[in-house]
């Protein structure tokens, strides 16, 4: 019997991961499902596919739409996590021929993640073969990059804890450079793993990177950095959200490449959910929103923390950097 209007686009909803997927202004449906022909046994492989990628927005595109199908399942998740043999360390000359040092400028720790984006974009069709990302976003791996180096990636169930100044420390990630290794640790989000992992590419590439680890207080705190770690940091920033890319996502959803509140913002912001969204008394405040925004005027999308796969405090930090937002009390 064939599937009612009402039940696919309810699959679909459920696939998109949005409730409101294909309303329009006046409560209508704006368009039929994209995958109206979704069956049962896809919705499962997508299932099975995003709890093995650790992304519950992989296989969607950056206007919500549903981008996979049966046959890409497979090989698209084997691309994000293991390369064509012959790809594995062909980048190694990048990280041992680095020059590390103990400091380094933000526009230097900036080029060299533009270095790494311009290699893997040259040989992209080596890389991901017959299934290169049609969204440049999905390039941003470091679980990739760290192979291309040559570096042995895994993820385990934790690195182990300690305690320090009354918290209790979680060893977030570690990196070795003698024996080319790099560990991540289960213990935290996917946004937190994928910035670990690209703050130890960093360290790869800029520092004597010999049995470094980053720490996270469990409880969500602050802690002091030692330099090189901020300008991992830095890097892991440069890296997973490059301006060009953050301000063209940026510019097509809010419409503007520096957002500032006013009446018609506000609204269009606000629109179709509570009141506290828009009442940002602080720069970081009205960043935070901006980087967790769902909808704006009415049009829903993956959020930009979401679309990079950053924690929504890395992506308001980066906006800011980039001059997108100016603070509300100018």
């Known amino acids: 019997m064939e599937t009612s209007l009402h039940d696919r686009i309810i699959e679909s909803r459920r696939l998109l ?12 449906y704006s368009a039929l499902p994209r995958v109206a022909c979704t ?14 990628l650790e992304d519950p927005y992989a296989y969607l595109d950056d206007v919500g739409g549903f981008s996979a199908t049966r046959n890409t399942l497979h090989s698209q998740v084997e691309s994000r996590c293991m390369l064509p043999h012959g790809m594995v360390g062909k980048y190694s000359s990048f990280a041992h021929g680095a020059n590390k040092k103990s400091h380094y400028a933000n526009d230097v720790l900036e080029k060299k993640a533009k270095d790494l984006h311009a290699m ?7 890389i991901w073969l017959d299934n290169v990302p049609a969204n440049p976003i999905a390039m941003l791996n470091p679980e990739l990059a760290f192979q291309l180096i040559g570096y042995d990636y895994s993820l385990n169930e934790t690195l182990g804890q300690y305690h320090a100044d009354g918290k209790q420390i979680e060893v977030a990630g570690i990196i070795d450079a003698t024996s080319r290794q790099v560990c991540i640790s289960r213990q935290f989000s996917h946004e937190v793993r994928n910035f670990t992992a690209a703050h130890e590419l960093g360290h790869a590439l800029c520092h004597d990177a010999r049995g470094l680890h980053r720490d996270r207080p469990l409880d ?47 609204f269009a912001l606000g629109r ?7 009442n940002c008394r602080t720069l970081r405040d ?11 005027n009415g ?24 001059a997108l937002v100016v603070s509300p009390n100018v």
């Not at 009205?286 to 704006?296: D, G, H, I, N, T």
């Open 17 to 28: 991961q949005n409730p409101y997927a294909y309303l329009d202004g006046n409560d209508g």
């Open 39 to 52: 069956t049962s046994a896809l919705a499962v492989d997508i299932a099975k596919s995003r709890k093995r």
């Open 120 to 126: 893997m974009w040259r040989d992209k069709s080596q």
């Open 220 to 266: 969500g705190t602050t802690m002091s950095r030692e330099k090189i770690e901020i300008e991992a940091d830095k890097f892991a920033s440069y890296f997973l959200m490059p301006a060009k890319l953050v301000k063209a996502c940026f510019k097509r959803h809010f419409g503007t490449e520096h957002f500032f509140l006013n009446d018609d913002t506000r």
């Open 272 to 278: 179709g959910v509570s009141s506290d969204r828009t």
């Open 286 to 296: 009205l960043s935070r929103v901006l980087a967790s925004a769902e909808s704006y």
């Open 299 to 322: 049009e829903r999308f993956v959020s930009l923390a979401g679309q990079f796969h950053v924690s929504v405090g890395a992506m308001a930090i980066r906006l800011e950097e980039l």
